[in-house]
């Protein structure tokens, strides 16, 4: 059974870069047709796909987001990271990491609280 989790800082300071990586067992985030997904669900509000990284290393961001995200992987750690920018309170949110496969999303990490103050 594949499982994610996530990890980084709880509490990022305005205007400074937010940092996360996903932990992935129990499969390979190189296996073929799987994807592997940042999400994030602020305060009161619905989820928000941020984007990608494939099996075969290729990336798709959500345009709302895509001048500020970076997402990498390191596959001799089983990982992928996301990198988030100049963030600003309105990007407080609990954010998970997610395996998704022909549309559906098989796995989720259990989600990280990231709080953005001064």
């Known amino acids: 059974q594949v499982q994610l989790q996530e990890s980084g800082p709880g509490l990022v300071k305005p205007s400074q870069t937010l940092s996360l990586t996903c932990t992935v067992s129990?499969?390979?985030?190189?296996?073929?047709?799987?994807?592997w997904h940042w999400i994030r669900q602020p305060p009161g509000k619905g989820l928000e796909c941020m984007g990608y990284i494939g099996y075969d290393g290729t990336i798709n961001y959500n345009p709302s987001f895509k001048s500020r995200t970076s997402i990498s992987r390191d596959t001799s750690k089983n990982q992928f990271s996301l990198q988030l920018s100049s963030v600003t309170p309105e990007d407080t949110a609990v954010y998970y990491c997610?395996?998704?496969?022909?549309?559906?999303?098989?796995?989720w990490g259990q989600g990280t609280q990231v709080t953005v103050s001064s």
């Open positions: 997610a395996r998704e496969t022909m549309f559906t999303f098989y796995s």
């Open positions: 129990g499969g390979s985030i190189t296996t073929n047709y799987d994807y």
